[in-house]
């Protein structure tokens, strides 16, 4: 098998690099590079879609028809490694990547054409109300109740873990429509505006001294019921559907790539006895075995692209490549500290623009430790480390 990109490829890359390093504002970058990690500041992922769209290019992976560029799985490979790569934050992944998808496969027209620009152009965050308190890995037991009144559904319950939902106008939220069916036939999924009275948002406090997770109240909130998507009931299809496409993207591989160039680079300049760290056996050791790891997920992932025929939701492959990456992505932040030591803890608020600097505070000293922390979460979101552990024995061993 040759992994080497064909010309084309090779021409493709340059053009994104080319069109991101004129598109991409120096502050935005900077505090993706600064703060990021995997994850991105919400204003900024608005304001880059918007930059996005204006070339066409914040939803290439969807259909023509709707919006979307006709490119390969390989160019679009190639599109989101240069834009990570580059630190470009991501586009609001909620619209983009998740309800979007739901919307224009299973959604009505007025639906379509209400959402569906709105998402290409950023014009707002979205939210996803799937998780409650103690029905995350277990969601097909969930409990918020929707109970259709005329024309209106009427929602109440608790969602928790809701990303960004303190700043998204809406929410795409699964809903119990009836208690009386086997679990999975009772869910709906329902687009609620998160401005509707009823609804309380409360940020909850992170370990990395943010607060971009929430709980979402819900107390008899009047949903029109012409934001149910599809048909009352098929709610957990979508969002198997919607969670496939999710899975697809965890193999966190550009992010991996990132950074490990990141650490190579810390070591190739971290000095210790007059050496740089990168010639000391313990971290050459761990840099090199990284750096293995690290391409044969790309490889991988490219053989799964590559393969047109694929069935990628009929397989392991999806939670093969989100164990394999998000470990990945903790085991190189780990690296980062250790790279660093004690300057890993320098910490600045997002606000402080003019903190200072001097050649024994590089650059990349800042924040490092609170990426670090937010990596722990790689392994959580999209489907727990050990929940993935056992798609794997049933759809790989059948055990
Ligand atoms: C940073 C972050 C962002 C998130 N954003 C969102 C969001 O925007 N919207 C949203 O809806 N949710 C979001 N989540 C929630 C996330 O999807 C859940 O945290 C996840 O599904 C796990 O559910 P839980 O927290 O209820 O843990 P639980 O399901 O209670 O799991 C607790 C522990 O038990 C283990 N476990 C559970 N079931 C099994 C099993 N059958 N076999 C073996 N072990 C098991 C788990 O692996 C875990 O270690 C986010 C979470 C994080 C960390």
């Known amino acids: 098998m040759d992994f080497q990109f064909d010309d084309n490829l090779v021409e493709?890359?340059?053009?994104?690099?080319?069109?991101?390093?004129?598109?991409?504002?120096?502050?935005?970058?900077?505090?993706?590079?600064?703060?990021?990690?995997?994850?991105?500041?919400?204003?900024?992922?608005?304001?880059?879609?918007?930059?996005?769209?204006?070339?066409?290019?914040?939803?290439?992976?969807?259909?023509?028809?709707?919006?979307?560029?006709?490119?390969?799985?390989?160019?679009?490979?190639?599109?989101?490694?240069?834009?990570?790569?580059?630190?470009?934050?991501?586009?609001?992944?909620?619209?983009t990547h998740m309800c979007g998808p739901v919307i224009y496969t299973f959604g009505s027209e007025a639906q379509k054409e209400r959402f569906l620009p709105a998402i290409i152009n950023g014009d707002f965050y979205w939210a996803q109300g799937f998780s409650e308190p103690g029905n995350g890995s277990d969601l097909a037991n969930l409990r918020t109740s929707a109970t259709r009144k005329g024309d209106v559904y009427v929602v109440n319950g608790q969602k928790i873990w809701t990303s960004c939902a303190w700043?998204?106008?809406?929410?795409?939220?699964?809903?119990?429509?009836?208690?009386?069916?086997?679990?999975?036939?009772?869910?709906?999924?329902?687009?609620?505006?998160?401005?509707?009275?009823?609804?309380?948002?409360?940020?909850?406090?992170?370990?990395?001294?943010?607060?971009?997770?929430?709980?979402?109240?819900?107390?008899?909130?009047?949903?029109?019921?012409?934001?149910?998507?599809?048909?009352?009931?098929?709610?957990?299809?979508?969002?198997?559907?919607?969670?496939?496409?999710?899975?697809?993207?965890?193999?966190?591989i550009y992010f991996n790539k990132r950074d490990l160039r990141i650490a190579q680079d810390i070591a190739a300049n971290q000095m210790l006895d007059g050496v740089p760290l990168s010639k000391h056996p313990r971290f050459q050791g761990r840099l090199a075995q990284l750096e293995a790891e690290v391409t044969a997920l790309e490889w991988s992932v490219l053989r799964v692209l590559a393969n047109e025929q694929f069935q990628y939701n009929e397989t392991a492959a999806a939670s093969v490549l989100k164990v394999a990456g998000s470990r990945l992505q903790q085991t190189i932040s780990e690296l980062h500290l250790d790279l660093l030591g004690a300057q890993s803890i320098r910490q600045f608020p997002f606000e402080v623009h003019d903190r200072p600097n001097s050649p024994l505070w590089p650059d990349v000293t800042e924040n490092a430790n609170q990426r670090a922390l937010i990596q722990r979460a790689s392994t959580i979101y999209g489907g727990t480390m050990q929940v993935q552990k056992n798609i794997i024995a049933k759809l790989a061993f059948d055990l």
Not at 41 to 57: E, Q, Y
């Open 167 to 252: 700043m998204a106008e809406w929410g795409f939220f699964l809903v119990r429509t009836d208690p009386t069916v086997k679990p999975q036939r009772g869910i709906s999924f329902l687009l609620i505006n998160m401005k509707s009275p009823g609804i309380t948002v409360r940020r909850i406090p992170q370990i990395n001294g943010e607060a971009e997770l929430c709980e979402v109240f819900l107390d008899n909130v009047e949903v029109p019921v012409e934001n149910m998507v599809g048909e009352e009931g098929a709610g957990w299809t979508y969002a198997k559907f919607l969670l496939d496409h999710e899975r697809t993207t965890s193999s966190f």
């Open 12 to 95: 493709f890359r340059q053009m994104v690099r080319e069109a991101v390093k004129q598109d991409l504002p120096a502050d935005i970058r900077e505090g993706q590079r600064r703060f990021g990690g995997n994850q991105s500041d919400p204003h900024d992922s608005l304001t880059w879609t918007k930059i996005l769209a204006k070339r066409g290019w914040s939803v290439p992976h969807w259909p023509v028809e709707y919006g979307g560029q006709n490119w390969s799985p390989m160019q679009l490979f190639v599109f989101q490694d240069e834009l990570t790569r580059a630190f470009a934050p991501d586009t609001c992944w909620g619209g």
